[in-house]
């Protein structure tokens, strides 16, 4: 029998305590104390008093300023910057003597449990902020939840990004030029949603500018300078009776105005003298019947053109017509047209003898339910009632349609509630509510919010016990390519590869569609490598990708035909997985040449896990390539840039990295020279390992880095599933979701369940 999700949920404490005591239990104050004394200090002197102590402080580091280890702790974001460049070999620096591994390791593993100390056994969720709805959350929750397609995401700010994404909630603030946007939109939502009173009859709007015909079409309309007429088709709905409505002005010739008549099929039906001036349209009406449904053509025609050229006034010498718009109708004879199914679903029928404040109390009820991802409290939903009081005058679905704007704009609807019986209390921690938990599911893999089955489950409090069924329903949901978009796009940033475009006389070939070609590829693969259980190391090692022709050719591989993208196996080892790929070529190059400094950037950072330190200020950027500059390959200018000890240790990371990759070009063309040069891939990382091109590059990174990938993968699914930044005491989740990757082969399915199941994504505690 399968485990139940609450089980596993509650066993995530022991099984923690139990499997990782060993290895992560802190040791006594005393004895860290007599370790530091020890073990420790002796290599701090011998390998960091020369810069960093004795009176010395380079970068404003002076580490014997650190009295005890309680003061260490409360410098946190020093000692991580510390251990940071200890674990990735920067410090200390090259042209200095090194640290052997076992007294690095000494090192690290004394600063984990004396700095950062974390107890297995009562894991720390974390605090998580109040979370405001993000433009692209807000957008689909609009349209989940009123059943319309509202673009609104022009008129919402962009928001701010933190550790990464756009949905971290210290980040995610609400102004008051937020809330004024917030409430237009939800008009504009609740106008196309929701229609009060009866349905205004269906009405066609045609522009003078697509009207074909005499005369000249211009952004204002169809200008008629001499005579003639500018027509359409329209096809009536059915028989019966029509209001068509032209706006239209003219120029007035010897004093007369224009004349405008309106056609059917050749047929004269009416005529208007337009008395309109130029600068001031005004609206002609005329009621027809149509008798058939079938296509016609409707005319209008200008019918007394004049011209004199010897007329003393001069606004009088010409007659004009300009037809701005012609708007049909109907049928207005009938029942008016049924609500739209938006409608219904909002405003439910009346039950029997259900008096007004009955009925909006049930509607507000229902929709609150929805809105605010929980059940709705009484007290809460009665205020809304004043609203719908205030418009009593106009009946009463007039005051729940402005009930339901306020709700719109409110707290509970805007952010993400996760309710808790202490919130400021920091030692209380918690598991969270089945209705947190499902809105906490729907945003992680939809960005919207939970829908009927998720509610359903949480009402009757069955979630957990059927988490496995709703991970896989949720994952196969077409709603999950949100999942897929917003993460890749920022955590590997395709969202960027939009703004990239190399330079056109360099790459003349190259164009916007390949460009979004490119992107699409890269998003193709992770969803299939999710949807399909693949190891998520696949990412880095697929024998297979997803192409159209275009992208094809420029990647020289043949037998795909088409602008449609399809799985394509691939013979060239060169382009396996996302070292090949063109978008992740893009994104690490300037537009004139490659950058093998930001290609190993982008490999350490959003593959690895392992952000390098920023570079110092004013270095100067390397000269593009030219047939008059600098002759050298891009590698013999970046080994003398790295010649400056100031560069050498970051350099020693990324570089290799980006020298293994120097075979594709901006555009991630293949290569086999460079400036006219042969290129030399070859490299050795900084942890001694060598290589000889992409091919064995992407071994070493699969077979010797494959922890650090699935940990890199675990921190960036953790960080957008909580929205918030991860912190020194979520290492025994993060070790925990990795052991459960890797026991599982890599399964990315794994992977997604650990972190579901993890600690700080089923509990929460309050803030300090």
């Not at 729940?400 to 921690?429: C, G, H, T, W």
């Not at 992770?526 to 190391?537: C, E, G, K, T, Y």
């Not at 990647?555 to 997985?577: C, E, P, S, W």
């Not at 982008?602 to 110092?616: C, F, G, I, K, N």
Request: contains cysteine; proline residues 7%.
């Amino acid at each position: 029998m399968l485990e139940t999700a609450t089980s596993r949920s509650l066993g995530i404490f022991a099984a923690t305590a139990a499997g990782l005591a060993a290895a992560a239990t802190p040791s006594t104050p005393s004895g860290l104390d007599a370790r530091w004394e020890k073990e420790v200090l002796p290599l701090v002197e011998t390998y960091c008093h020369d810069c960093h102590g004795d009176g010395l402080r380079k970068g404003e580091l002076a580490i014997d300023h650190f009295g005890s280890i309680a003061e260490m702790q409360q410098n946190r974001e020093v000692w991580k910057r510390i251990r940071d460049h200890i674990r990735h070999r920067l410090m200390p620096p090259p042209d200095e003597d090194q640290l052997a591994d076992a007294e690095r390791n000494k090192l690290l593993a004394w600063i984990d449990e004396a700095v950062f100390p974390v107890d297995p056994a009562n894991p720390d969720p974390g605090r998580v902020t109040l979370r405001r709805l993000n433009r692209i959350e807000y957008q689909n929750t609009l349209r989940d939840l009123l059943g319309v397609k509202a673009d609104v995401m022009a008129l919402i700010p962009p928001d701010d990004s933190g550790y990464g994404f756009d949905n971290i909630g210290d980040v995610l603030t609400l102004s008051p030029a937020h809330l004024e946007r917030y409430l237009e939109a939800s008009r504009i939502a609740l106008d196309m949603a929701v229609k009060p009173g009866d349905m205004p009859r269906l009405a066609t709007t045609v522009s003078g500018r697509v009207m074909r015909g005499d005369g000249q079409r211009s952004e204002e309309g169809h200008y008629l300078f001499t005579g003639g007429e500018a027509g359409f088709s329209y096809r009536p709905s059915r028989p019966g009776k029509y209001l068509v409505t032209v706006t239209a002005c003219g120029t007035m010739g010897a004093e007369v105005a224009p004349l405008m008549e309106l056609h059917a099929e050749d047929r004269k039906l009416h005529e208007w003298s337009v008395d309109a001036p130029m600068d001031r349209p005004k609206e002609y009406t005329r009621e027809l019947n149509f008798e058939h449904d079938r296509p016609l053509r409707l005319t209008l025609a200008f019918t007394n053109d004049f011209w004199d050229e010897h007329h003393p006034d001069p606004s009088r010498r010409d007659r004009n017509l300009m037809i701005h718009s012609v708007t049909v109708t109907g049928p207005l004879d009938g029942p008016p047209p049924p609500t739209p199914e938006s409608h219904r679903r909002i405003l439910v029928d009346r039950k029997d003898g259900e008096n007004d404040r009955a009925y909006a109390l049930r509607v507000l009820n229902s929709f609150a339910s929805k809105a605010f991802r929980r059940p709705a409290r009484e007290a809460e939903v009665e205020r809304y009632l004043e609203l719908v009081a205030l418009a009593e005058s106009e009946g009463v679905e007039h005051g729940i349609l402005l009930a339901l704007e306020a709700m719109l704009v409110s707290p509970a609807f805007l952010y993400r509630e996760e309710p808790q019986p202490e919130p400021d209390n920091a030692k209380k921690i918690q598991q969270i509510d089945e209705h947190s938990l499902a809105t906490r599911l729907s945003y992680f893999f939809w960005s919207t919010m939970p829908d009927a089955r998720l509610r359903d489950l949480a009402d009757r409090g069955e979630l957990r016990k059927n988490l496995d069924a709703e991970l896989d329903r949720l994952i196969r949901d077409p709603r999950s390519q949100q999942f897929v978009s917003n993460f890749t796009g920022q955590w590997l940033r395709l969202r960027d590869v939009e703004a990239s475009l190399p330079a056109r006389r360099e790459f003349p070939r190259f164009n916007p569609r390949l460009r979004d070609s490119m992107r699409r590829e890269t998003e193709m693969l992770f969803d299939h490598i999710v949807r399909n259980d693949l190891p998520m190391a696949t990412l880095l090692d697929a024998s297979f990708t997803f192409l159209n022709d275009d992208l094809a050719r420029h990647y020289g591989i043949d037998g795909v035909k088409g602008d449609g993208f399809r799985k394509v196996d691939l013979a060239d080892t060169r382009r396996h997985g996302i070292l090949g790929h063109g978008s992740f070529h893009l994104l690490t190059s300037y537009p004139l040449r490659t950058s093998p400094v930001l290609r190993g950037k982008y490999v350490l950072e959003s593959l690895l896990d392992t952000a390098p330190p920023p570079p110092p200020p004013n270095i100067p950027q390397l000269e593009p390539p030219s047939r008059h500059g600098d002759q050298r390959s891009l590698r013999e200018q970046m080994e003398r840039h790295r010649e400056d000890p100031a560069c050498s240790s970051c350099h020693a990371l990324m570089d290799p990295i980006g020298f293994g990759l120097e075979n594709f070009d901006a555009t991630g063309a293949w290569r086999d020279r460079d400036n006219g040069k042969p290129i030399d891939s070859s490299g050795q990382l900084i942890d001694g390992h060598k290589f000889q091109g992409v091919e064995e590059l992407r071994k070493v990174l699969v077979n010797d880095h494959r922890s650090e990938f699935h940990r890199s993968v675990a921190s960036k699914l953790l960080t957008y599933a909580l929205g918030r930044g991860l912190d020194w005491y979520d290492k025994p989740a993060l070790d925990r979701i990795v052991t459960e990757t890797e026991a599982a082969n890599g399964s990315s399915r794994a992977l997604i369940r650990a972190v579901v199941d993890s600690v700080p994504f089923q509990y929460r505690r309050g803030d300090s």
